[in-house]
């Protein structure tokens, strides 16, 4: 993966086929689809509403059906460890602000990544405090530039 979360190869970095290939192997693991006289895969007792019948689009389709897990807070932070990212903002207070405090309340936060989250919690998208910064600079410079043309 390159460093815009482009999968490719060093010879051809636009390629998708190595992502295609990725993405069938996922989808190998977590589905199946009935055949004729074939039943889906018996859960272990444990997991006994893992496998869920997907919708399909023709009724002439196989039934797939689709195994998962809930990921809790605590498996999150579990899997990514130090990488995860605690910063967040309430959606409805950060639209609240005017502009120039808006750039201050996701510029004071240090993670790259903040969460937008509603009053309750629940995530609502993600801002990229990186990308903000450089929007801002450049409103600034090119601000400067205005200014000094008078």
């Not at 979360?5 to 970095?13: I, K, L, Q």
């Not at 496998?51 to 195994?67: A, F, G, M, R, V």
């Not at 405090?101 to 995530?123: C, E, H, P, T």
């Amino acid at each position: 993966m390159n460093n815009q979360w482009r999968m490719g190869t060093s010879f051809d970095a636009s390629g998708v086929q190595l992502g295609m290939v990725l993405l069938q192997e996922f989808l190998n693991e977590i589905q199946f689809t009935s055949q004729p006289y074939r039943n889906p895969p018996v859960p272990h007792p444990s997991e006994s509403d893992a496998w869920i019948k997907l919708d399909h689009q023709n009724s002439n389709d196989p039934e797939t059906y689709e195994h998962a897990a809930w990921l809790t807070n605590n498996d999150v932070a579990e899997l990514l460890g130090e990488d995860l990212h605690h910063a967040a903002l309430r959606e409805h207070e950060l639209k609240t602000l005017p502009p120039a405090k808006q750039y201050d309340a996701v510029l004071s936060k240090a993670d790259r990544y903040i969460a937008l989250i509603d009053d309750v919690g629940r995530f609502k998208g993600m801002l990229n405090r990186c990308a903000l910064l450089a929007q801002a600079v450049k409103q600034m410079v090119d601000g400067a530039k205005d200014s000094s043309r008078y």
